[in-house]
């Protein structure tokens, strides 16, 4: 049977689904000032730690707390990347469970465009971190930093330059972050995890599963999921495994399909509840401890003089475009389709650019990588923070350009 003109099949950034439609306003509308308070926390981290109060700054952020009998004495900066940003984990949880209930993840004819782009994503900034880097020695633990997206940027970026793009694309760019998300949580639970005890490990499954048995039984009562959560989240840590894990872990249990007697989804009103918690306090204040690099001539030549600091650059800001816009190219030439009518492959060269915002996720797993307190730990955070500037830079004039072309296009349809 012959094959459909192009004409006829499904283009790539058609319309969305119901779900997808619903997903996408919901992060947009949450995450907008989620990404302002994230800038605030990470200007906050750069002017303090460029002050005379510096040496404070690191006082405070080296403070340890907590019980040493259960595995808990750690430092604030760490409490903020294993316990705050467990929060931001959770809401992920919920948002990739929605997403492959009822959005852009639930159709593979949908779900493959981000998942592939996500993995073009993932795999050229690697590559090139590793070609910069030499791919060998403790330098190659790094492959995984440039390979993330930080939704919360990026939601920003749209919300300053992007209102008039196409929903689709905008949806596109969101999924892309959440499938990045997902495939950071992977590498984060494969690779940088040293030892593993099995009998924690079960132990926080099996909490899980207390969890999830109560939410599919719609028992919301706060006093009994939280220390649920709570019960996982440390015996996930105490296993060996980053206790971020258990915050998806815990989002994937939450039913994301509404019954007959409720309004919506179990999933989504969690994510409503939460991601304020997550978006407002939880990474605004792992940013306060993460982002705090000095910026002085001698630091950031040092920076620049390391390969582990110039391959976080080059996978940021050159690798994730090209791998996005090559794993898109490769989707529309096997699939022998096209972009949607008003689409152009400099939309999706904008978007990819706005992808190299790694931030969040970058930073941790930075922390992950390389030991603390190493050269290599502020070299990565310096990067990431100077690729990031530079990615949103680039690809927020892009898209300020092409925001400026869809809304002249509007207006000719209108007259």
Same mark, same amino acid.
């Given at each position: 049977m012959p094959k459909p003109p192009p004409s006829a099949r499904q283009r790539l950034f058609a319309r969305l689904t119901p779900g997808g439609e619903t997903n996408l306003l919901d992060t947009l509308r949450t995450e907008k000032a989620g990404g302002a308070l994230l800038l605030v926390g990470t200007l906050a981290a750069l002017l303090w %730690?460029? $002050?005379p109060w510096s040496p404070a700054y690191r006082t405070v952020r080296d403070t340890v707390v907590g019980p040493a009998a259960l595995h808990l004495d750690l430092s604030l900066a760490q409490w903020s990347a294993d316990g705050l940003l467990a929060i931001f984990f959770f809401v992920v949880g919920l948002e990739l469970k929605r997403e492959a209930v009822v959005g852009e993840l639930r159709r593979p004819a949908t779900a493959a465009l981000p998942i592939v782009a996500a993995m073009g994503g993932m795999i050229v900034p690697a590559v090139l971190y590793l070609a910069v880097t030499g791919a060998s020695g403790d330098a190659a633990r790094g492959w995984a +930093?440039?390979?993330a997206t930080d939704i919360a940027f990026a939601v920003a970026v749209l919300a300053l330059v992007g209102r008039s793009l196409p929903n689709a694309l905008r949806a596109y760019l969101l999924t892309l972050a959440v499938v990045d998300d997902l495939l950071a949580i992977v590498v984060i639970a494969v690779v940088y995890t040293d030892a593993v005890s099995l009998p924690l490990l079960a132990a926080s499954l099996a909490v899980v599963g207390v969890f999830g048995f109560a939410v599919q039984r719609r028992i919301t009562t706060p &006093? *009994?999921?939280?220390?649920?959560?709570?019960?996982? &989240? @440390?015996l996930m840590h105490a296993s060996g495994i980053h206790a971020t894990i258990a915050g998806v872990l815990l989002g994937f249990t939450v039913p994301a399909i %509404?019954?007959? !007697?409720e309004p919506e989804s179990l999933a989504a009103r969690f994510e409503h509840r939460w991601r304020p918690l997550s978006a407002g306090f939880a990474v605004p204040v792992f940013a306060l401890a993460a982002a705090g690099v000095a910026l002085d001539v001698p630091s950031l030549s040092s920076a620049a003089a390391d390969?582990?600091?110039? @391959? +976080?650059?080059? @996978? *940021?800001?050159l690798g994730k475009p090209l791998g996005i816009v090559l794993a898109t190219w490769l989707v529309a030439t096997l699939l022998r389709t096209g972009l949607s009518p008003g689409l152009h492959w400099s939309d999706v060269v904008s978007v990819g650019f706005v992808a190299g915002i790694g931030f969040t996720v970058s930073l941790l797993v930075g922390g992950l990588a390389f030991p603390p307190g190493s050269p290599?730990?502020?070299h990565v955070r310096t990067a990431v923070l100077v690729a990031s500037v530079t990615a949103a830079a680039v690809g @927020?004039?892009? *898209? =300020?350009?092409? !925001?400026?072309?869809h809304r $002249? *296009? %509007? =207006?000719d349809a209108t007259r």
């Open positions: %730690a460029n $002050s +930093v440039p390979t &006093w *009994l999921l939280v220390p649920l959560a709570v019960a996982a &989240w @440390g %509404a019954r007959a !007697d390969p582990v600091a110039r @391959g +976080v650059v080059v @996978g *940021l800001v290599a730990v502020e @927020g004039t892009m *898209l =300020a350009l092409r !925001d400026r072309h $002249s *296009l %509007a =207006a």
